[in-house]
């Protein structure tokens, strides 16, 4: 299958590598606006024996899917920008795989929807978090009615000040580029929510706040400096990204800086930041059922909890990343039953190995199906609609942002 990448930034190299492991597939095509980025990813090729692709400009993506007779695009580019390419493919005849969030506003995400429904195409959306077999099996219980039915979710995000950090440092700061982390970062978790209890989002109150990050906040962390690279005063700092010390992001951003003065080293507490990093959300399902969700990018470690409230009892998942992981059924009148499964602490819990399998090879999901195009949007409305009741102080209802 002659395949294109679109965006050959970090995350696309889970799809480079994956698919120059698998003959069914050539990746023919790069599309990005740095040929540096791109060059890259053909190294990536050809390290596994695979031809090096062509290279091209996203202003010529339609002549690209011509000329080279794409039969498979997968997205990996900018948020706000992938819903040009997957229109785009899909009227051209291609399949297409987008990496989440599907986009980053309502009008993008109709027009997708849209696209989807005249051209009869296909367009799977990596919710990768599916795959992890921890979540599996939480879903499996919950489906298997381990607790009856499902009348409240309490779901904590946390991201700690490396990782969380990293979102304030690149292009996901800017609130156009990314929609925020209630678009960019929980449209997995909200995905997750809805497939666990078979529910859909109704509407949706929600608070957020830039709290840690960005300028003016008195916690004595912040340094004065635009970008880490080349600067004394991010030497000594912490949240600083000194890119030169590896060699991944050294290759992928900093020698390709002359071609479009992107820099992925941007002081976390400087000047630019327009998305939050803390935020409350209260969500109502179609079921009856509700959700508290909060998600905090400043905190000491990462993990996230999950506690369900059911007819018959309650289920709680605790992770830790890296170290910790349980599942606990409590029943009531019954003592605690533990049911955590192994798995990976790479790879997104091994779920992006899983993702992969499930996008190119119709493997057997175990229980976990790729999502398409209706069920990325669900993921999305959420946080759409949490961003919008963050501007106006008032709960939202999923119709008025996004009819489905």
Known sequence: MRTAIVGTGHRAQLFTEGLAKRDAYEVVAFCDPNSVRMAFHNRMLLAAGRRTAHLWPPARFEEMLRVERIELVVVASVDA????????????????????????????????????????????????????????????????????????????????????????????????????????????????????????????????????????????????????????????????LQMAENATMRELYLDAEGEDGYHRDQNVFGAGVSIEDDMAVLVGYDTGATMTYHLTAYAPYEGYRVMFNGSAGRLELNVEESTFTGITLRPFWSPPVDHTVDHDHEGHGGADPRVLAALLDDEPTEGAEVADARQAALALVTGLAANRSFETGLPVRTADVLRL
């Not at 209890?197 to 957020?208: D, M, N, R, S």
């Open 81 to 240: 920008t992938h819903d040009l390419y997957i229109n785009a493919a899909l009227r051209a005849g291609a399949r297409v795989i987008c990496e989440k969030p599907m986009t980053t506003d309502a009008v993008k995400a109709r027009s997708i929807l849209d696209t989807v429904e005249e051209t009869g195409g296909t367009l799977s959306v990596a919710y990768n978090y599916r795959f992890n077999p921890v979540h599996r099996r939480v879903r499996e219980l919950l489906a298997g009615g381990a607790i009856g039915s499902v009348h409240s979710v309490h779901f904590e995000w946390l991201l700690d000040v490396s990782h969380g950090a990293d979102y304030f440092r690149r292009w996901h700061r800017d609130k156009a580029n990314s929609g925020g982390l209630m678009v960019h970062k929980a449209s997995h978790h909200f995905d997750l929510v809805n497939w666990w209890i078979g529910a859909e989002p109704q509407t949706v109150y929600a608070q957020g706040q830039l709290a840690f990050y960005g300028p003016g906040h008195e916690h004595g962390y912040a340094r004065e400096y635009a970008r880490a690279h080349g600067s004394g005063a991010a030497a000594d700092d912490p949240f600083a």
